[in-house]
C-alpha cells in the first residue's frame, strides 16, 4: 500500500529565503507526481505535475524534481514571499494509471515571515 | 480558467439525514473525484466515476454513499444517513485523462451535528 510522507510538518522561513519542501513515497511505482497548494479551510490547487519519466519541472518560482528509485520528490521555492504561505502536498498515482487514486501527503505548513 | 465548482460551501447536517454535494467538473474532463479530508488528516480518496460508472473506491465509500451523474454536466455524492464521523471537508475532482492534472474544487465543508 502506497505510503506518501512529508517531513517536516511545519516550517517557518523569513522571507527571501530559498527553500526546499520535500515528499517521500514508499512504492516507486508511480504514475506521476502532483504538488498542490491549499490555503486555510480552501480547495486544492495543483502547481505542478511530473509525469514518471522526468526529473524536473518548472513553473515560474517553483521547481519540482522528481527521482522515482529513491522514492522522493522536492519542491523548490525561490526567493520566498509572504504569499507564498500555504499548506504544500504532495499526491501520487498507481503506475495503473494517471487517472486512479491519488495517495496524499498530510502536507507542510509554509509560513513565510516578512 | 476552467475551473472546478461546488456547491454548497458549507452545509449543517442533523445526524441521520441525506445530504446531496454537487460539484460542476471541467467541462470536457472525463474523469470525477471524490475526496475528503477530516479536519488535520489527510486527504482521502473515496471514488472515482468514468463512462458513466465508478472505476474504483475504497474501503470508506460504503453503501450509505453513492455518486450519479444526473446530466452533461453535474457530479454529486449523496450520503444517506449522516453520521457525526462523516463531518468532512469534501472535495470534487476532474481530469481529462491521459496522464494530465487532475483539478479539484474549492470543497464543500460538511458538519454533521
Known amino acids: 500500500k502506497q505510503e506518501v510522507t512529508q517531513i517536516p510538518a511545519a516550517l517557518s522561513v523569513p522571507e527571501g529565503e530559498n527553500l526546499v519542501l520535500n515528499c517521500s513515497f514508499t512504492d516507486s511505482a508511480i504514475y506521476n507526481l502532483q504538488w498542490f497548494r491549499q490555503d486555510p479551510g480552501k480547495g486544492l490547487t495543483s502547481l505542478l505535475l511530473i509525469q514518471s519519466s522526468q526529473r524536473e519541472q518548472t513553473s515560474g518560482r517553483l521547481n519540482a524534481s522528481l527521482d522515482k528509485s529513491s522514492g522522493r520528490s522536492t519542491l523548490y521555492i525561490a526567493a520566498s514571499q509572504p504569499g507564498d504561505s500555504a499548506t504544500y502536498l504532495c499526491a501520487v498515482p498507481p503506475h495503473t494509471g494517471a487517472n486512479s487514486k491519488l495517495t496524499f501527503g498530510k502536507g507542510i505548513t509554509l509560513s513565510v515571515r516578512p | 480558467e476552467p475551473e472546478v465548482t461546488q456547491t454548497p460551501s458549507h452545509q449543517v447536517t442533523q445526524m441521520g439525514q441525506e445530504v446531496i454535494l454537487r460539484c460542476v467538473p471541467i467541462?470536457?474532463?472525463?474523469?470525477f473525484y471524490w475526496y475528503r479530508q477530516i479536519l488535520g488528516q489527510k486527504v482521502e480518496f473515496l471514488v472515482s466515476f468514468y463512462n458513466n460508472e465508478i472505476s474504483e473506491k475504497s474501503e470508506i465509500f460504503d453503501d450509505q454513499f453513492s455518486v450519479e451523474r444526473p446530466d452533461g454536466s453535474n457530479f454529486t455524492l449523496k450520503i444517506r444517513s449522516t453520521k457525526l464521523e462523516d463531518s468532512a471537508m469534501y472535495f470534487c475532482a476532474s481530469s481529462d485523462g491521459g496522464g494530465t492534472e487532475a483539478f479539484f474544487g474549492q470543497g464543500t465543508r460538511l458538519t454533521v451535528v
Open positions: 467541462s470536457n474532463h472525463l474523469y
